[in-house]
């Protein structure tokens, strides 16, 4: 096997896949390392294709950069198709709208030597945005996978929050995902602009941390993210808050021990109203001006409605 494979998931975003295999061509410090690059096309309708056979002609590594088509849209999927893929030890997804540091490969490659033992790790995500940002968009930063937790490296197992890295940015040993992460997760994530069933990033990694397996913060691998202006519109925002939250059901069951799963989603509904009314409450007469507000609002109703959504959402398995 190889060392690392980079899995690219990709769709109808030609042109920003271009720029990211453009940064790919220029890797530092990996002559020594075995790896490759996997572009699984989620359905694209562009020259996704086209621009992967246009830089297969010229890549200058001598490991290959490959592409494999999957005709069905939904971020687990793709997900599962570049491990079924993948012929790295390590699998590590950059998702097309992220640009990766010169050292990125070098600086994944070091961490899994550092650290052989654990299941997987994420690392910094800088914001790359030309539009002006919502107010307080610090607030709500994370849910756009713009994680920056400082300089030092941290296992999040042994954190007291159920925080975990995004999907992007981060690197999983394929045999921990083939032997934690089943076929057919409740969650599918985005599936072209549709943004109702989000979650599954978190899904896959409570699957691993459930199954035994540390997650660690790398903060030495880096990448930014390219975010366009459409994405930092309110109608996007408020629709990825609806999106997030319709998950946490799902997610929280996930985490619970089978003794638990009784009594503490009645626990969770009464703390979610209070944090709705709590919301209801300090931001009245803010939501129609301030996106960040009216984020969290929807944020706050989505996740109290979660549970409901859950039995009766076709996607959700």
Same mark, same amino acid.
């Given at each position: +096997? *190889?060392?690392?494979?980079?899995?690219?998931?990709?769709?109808?975003?030609?042109?920003?896949?271009?720029?990211?295999?453009?940064?790919?061509?220029?890797?530092?410090?990996?002559?020594?390392?075995?790896?490759?690059?996997?572009?699984?096309?989620?359905?694209?309708?562009?020259?996704?294709?086209?621009?992967? %056979?246009?830089?297969?002609?010229?890549?200058?590594?001598?490991?290959?950069?490959?592409?494999?088509?999957?005709?069905?849209?939904?971020?687990?999927?793709?997900?599962?198709?570049?491990?079924?893929?993948?012929?790295?030890?390590?699998?590590? $997804?950059?998702?097309?709208?992220?640009?990766?540091?010169?050292?990125?490969?070098?600086?994944?490659?070091? $961490?899994?030597?550092?650290?052989? %033992?654990?299941?997987?790790?994420?690392?910094? =995500?800088?914001?790359?945005?030309?539009?002006?940002?919502?107010?307080?968009?610090? %607030?709500?930063?994370?849910?756009?996978?713009?994680?920056?937790?400082?300089?030092?490296?941290?296992?999040?197992?042994?954190?007291?929050?159920?925080?975990?890295?995004?999907?992007?940015?981060?690197? =999983?040993?394929?045999?921990?995902?083939?032997?934690?992460?089943?076929?057919? +997760?409740?969650?599918?994530?985005?599936?072209?602009?549709?943004?109702?069933?989000?979650?599954?990033?978190?899904? *896959?990694?409570?699957?691993?941390?459930?199954?035994?397996?540390?997650?660690?913060?790398?903060?030495?691998? %880096?990448?930014?993210?390219?975010?366009?202006?459409?994405?930092?519109?309110?109608?996007?925002?408020?629709?990825?808050?609806?999106?997030?939250?319709?998950?946490?059901?799902?997610?929280? +069951?996930?985490?619970? @021990?089978?003794?638990?799963?009784?009594?503490?989603?009645?626990?969770?509904?009464?703390?979610?109203?209070?944090? *709705?009314?709590?919301?209801?409450? @300090?931001?009245?007469?803010?939501?129609? @001006?301030?996106?960040?507000?009216?984020?969290?609002?929807?944020?706050?109703?989505?996740?109290?409605?979660?549970?409901?959504?859950? *039995?009766?959402?076709?996607?959700? @398995?």
């Amino acid at each position: +096997m *190889l060392d690392l494979t980079v899995a690219i998931r990709t769709y109808n975003r030609a042109d920003a896949l271009a720029a990211l295999l453009d940064r790919l061509y220029q890797q530092v410090h990996i002559e020594d390392i075995r790896w490759e690059v996997l572009v699984v096309d989620n359905n694209s309708s562009d020259h996704t294709a086209e621009v992967v %056979q246009n830089h297969q002609s010229n890549w200058p590594f001598t490991q290959p950069l490959r592409y494999v088509f999957e005709p069905t849209q939904g971020a687990a999927i793709a997900r599962q198709r570049a491990f079924g893929e993948a012929h790295g030890q390590w699998v590590g $997804f950059i998702d097309d709208d992220n640009l990766p540091a010169p050292d990125w490969v070098y600086q994944a490659h070091l $961490f899994s030597l550092a650290h052989p %033992q654990i299941g997987a790790y994420g690392g910094q =995500i800088q914001l790359k945005a030309n539009s002006k940002l919502p107010k307080n968009f610090h %607030q709500i930063a994370v849910y756009l996978a713009i994680i920056e937790r400082g300089k030092s490296e941290f296992c999040y197992n042994h954190r007291p929050s159920n925080v975990l890295p995004p999907g992007t940015n981060i690197v =999983i040993a394929k045999q921990v995902w083939l032997e934690s992460v089943p076929q057919d +997760m409740r969650l599918l994530g985005p599936s072209g602009k549709n943004l109702s069933s989000k979650g599954e990033d978190i899904e *896959l990694l409570s699957h691993i941390q459930k199954a035994g397996w540390e997650i660690w913060y790398a903060p030495s691998l %880096q990448c930014s993210h390219k975010i366009p202006e459409w994405r930092l519109e309110r109608s996007y925002l408020l629709s990825l808050a609806w999106g997030v939250g319709l998950g946490r059901h799902s997610i929280r +069951m996930l985490r619970l @021990k089978k003794e638990e799963k009784y009594l503490m989603p009645i626990a969770y509904f009464f703390n979610d109203l209070r944090n *709705l009314i709590h919301s209801l409450i @300090k931001n009245i007469g803010s939501f129609q @001006k301030d996106t960040v507000c009216a984020f969290n609002l929807i944020l706050a109703v989505s996740i109290l409605i979660s549970p409901i959504h859950s *039995l009766f959402d076709p996607r959700s @398995k």
